[in-house]
């Protein structure tokens, strides 16, 4: 079983996809999603892609954690 850093993560995928251009890696707690989104339609407004793919991923193997969030 081969271990993958999570700040490589992004750019094993934008390889094995043959996509072209920057690949990010993002992790500000609850907001990463939303933030890469923002990242990527600013980028798109400013000129400095065409287009991009935004993922956001969040799991949670202890229900405490949720349960915490939830009170």
């Known amino acids: ?20 251009g920057p690949s990010v890696a993002l992790d500000s707690a609850c907001s990463s999603s939303l933030f890469a989104l923002e990242h990527a339609y600013k980028s798109i407004q400013l000129g400095e892609c065409d287009n991009a793919i935004v993922v956001g991923t969040n799991i949670v193997l202890n229900q405490n954690v949720t349960t915490q969030f939830v009170k």
């Not at 079983?1 to 072209?20: C, D, E, G, N, P």
């Open 1 to 20: 079983m081969r271990l993958v850093a999570h700040s490589v993560l992004a750019h094993r995928i934008t390889y094995f996809l043959q996509l072209k």
